[in-house]
Structures are given as structure tokens and as C-alpha cells.
């Protein structure tokens, strides 16, 4: 064995033990900022999102290391930026690492390609050989796999969940072709199965006034145009939502509907406008006055 192949040799051992002591202090920063500090396991994935069509990329490509976030089958055995756990065989880390000063290099890796992020089919090693190495870009075969959501390479398990969720709105609702301006997002889990219960209160109802069953994809524009803009209008016109950071005009849509159907029952009324269900909403202290009012000016209507 030359020397040049032991001072390699020794020298990616080097570069092995440098990752492996890293793990520690990095999970321990990532965990204090609330970054995610494990892979993401594909099939998990691919399952929540309701993501089956894969479309594999004929040629290899250039794809950004740090937007490879999960991985096939080695999920377990790397960090969330692919450094070696102990399960990982230091003597093939080591040999990856030689093999990239070889003549022949690296074969492309494989990945799958959800959104902007990646998961490693195969070639974990190298992933976390190249990222060891500050290597920026890797060559893979990419297949494709279309998913409805934005993804992006910070994303938590938590935030995967919420995903899940609109991937499945979305899908339920094909609101993106019947509205392409529509843009319902929320902040919190289980919000977009509410949405997608009012969407079916609203399509029985519709079917009870128009006598006869209406098709699902009609409920669902009827809803958007007559039900939800309505209160995001009337959101927007007050401008409300700089009163709650970080939240949606989704999320403040379902708070005030919420509201504003316990104090329609409460109160027997057989409509609540949106104008009314906002001031409901935002002044607590006058819901007697504001109901008071409402119940005078839709007993005049109903006797007009």
C-alpha cells in the first residue's frame, strides 16, 4: 500500500472521527433554536402527504446537499445534516470518503424529490461524506414525486403534520383548479379537517334549498364565493389580522365562524352576517346589544 493511499486513509478517518464528535454539540444547538435534529423517513412521508406518482428523471442532475432532509432506509443512522451515528461502519465512511479521490469518483446518487427537499434512495454515505467536506452540490437521479404543498428543508415533523393536512384539503377540495387565487392556509393541526367538515355542512344545506344533491366541486366554489370571501373581505376591509401575528385569515375565519354558530344557536337566530359575527368576535362586552340588534333588523326583513 503506497503512501499516498495510507496518508488518505488516515486522513478520512480524521475527517470520520471530526463528524462523529460533532453530533452531540449539534443536536444539542439545533434542539435550542427548535430545529429538527433526525432524517425524515420517506415512506412516512410520502403516506401523510397522500403522495403515490413518481416520475423518474432520466439523467442525473446537480441538487442542493442541504435540501436533502430524510432518506429510504438509513433514516436512523444519520442527523438531520447527515452526520454518522454510531451505527454508521466507520470503514465504509472511510472508504466513500477515498473512492471520491479515485479516478471513476462518485456514481450519482438516487434520490426522491418531494417539493424542494430530497430524500437518499442511495447514497447516504456520500451524502454525508460531501457534506462533511463542504462539498455544496451532488450529482442524483431524481424522481419526482408531485405533492400540492410547499416543502421546504427546515420543515419539522410538526410542520409536516400541518402539511399532511392541506395536502389533503387540497386534494378533497381541488380548490387550486376551481379558485386559482384561493390561498387557505392555517396554523394549526386538525383546522384543515374543519374546513373541510364546514364544506360538507354547506354542501347539505345547499342540496336541502335546491332540492336534489349537489356535486361536490359545486358545494365547494359555492362555499368560497358565498360562505368564506364573505368574512375574509369583510377580515381585510377592518384589517384586522395585524391584530394576530403569525396567524391567517383561515385561522381567524374558523375562530369567528366558530364563534359566531355557538351565539347563533344560543340565540336562535337563523343567520349570522359576517360584519356582525367579526363585531361578535372582537367585542365580547356587546354581544347582547349586537344580538339585540341583529334579531330586530332580520325580524324586519323576514316580514318585508
Known sequence: MSDKIVQSAFQAKMDFDAQRHRVFFEKVIRFLKG??????????????????????????????????????????????????????????????????????GWPPIEVYQLGDIYFVADGNHRVSVARALGIKEIEAYVTDVPVPVDLQPDITPQELFLKAGEARFLNKTNIKTLRPDANIQVTETGRYHQLLEHIDVHRY?????????????????????HVYMPVVQEIRRIGILQDFPKRTEADLYLWINNHGERLRRQYHLPYMPPRDAINLFLRPRDTEAVISHLRQRQQKHAKE
Open 35 to 104: 430545529q429538527p435534529t433526525q432524517l425524515l423517513a420517506y415512506d412516512e412521508v410520502r403516506k401523510l402527504l397522500g403522495a403515490y406518482q413518481e416520475r423518474p428523471g432520466r439523467e442525473p442532475r446537480p441538487i442542493p446537499l442541504d435540501h436533502i432532509v430524510g432518506s429510504v432506509g438509513r433514516y436512523q443512522d444519520f442527523t438531520r445534516s447527515f452526520l454518522p451515528l454510531s451505527n454508521v461502519d466507520p470503514s465504509r465512511w472511510v472508504r466513500v470518503n477515498m473512492a471520491l479521490y479515485e479516478a471513476a
Open 205 to 225: 344545506y345547499l342540496g336541502l334549498q335546491e332540492q336534489q344533491e349537489v356535486p361536490y366541486e359545486e358545494a365547494v366554489m359555492h362555499w368560497y364565493d
